[in-house]
């Protein structure tokens, strides 16, 4: 689970954790959702994650362009981004196809 902070969320934190407050100062300050594992390692991790951000707001929009019925991955490089879909079996590929078509019923 991610979690997008908010200026007054760090500031929060800060009372808390300064050294946590600053590493969610960065992910609020680029407008990144991280999870406390990943932002450990946010400075250093920071160009991977902000080309993931742009990769799924690209695959984001391919998708919403594609016509009704149309449930086909569209092509779009997602190389940063950690959990891709082209790892998913075809047989799982398939199961959410047809629970995406049941959905639409």
Known sequence: MR???TPQQVIEMGEYDEEVAALADIACQ?????NFLDMEKIEENLPRLLKEKEQL???REAVMALEKGNYEMPKVNLDAVEIQPKKISGEGKGRIAEAVKNLKK
């Open 3 to 5: 979690a997008t902070f």
């Open 57 to 59: 707001a690209a695959a």
């Open 30 to 34: 680029h407008n990144l959702s991280i």
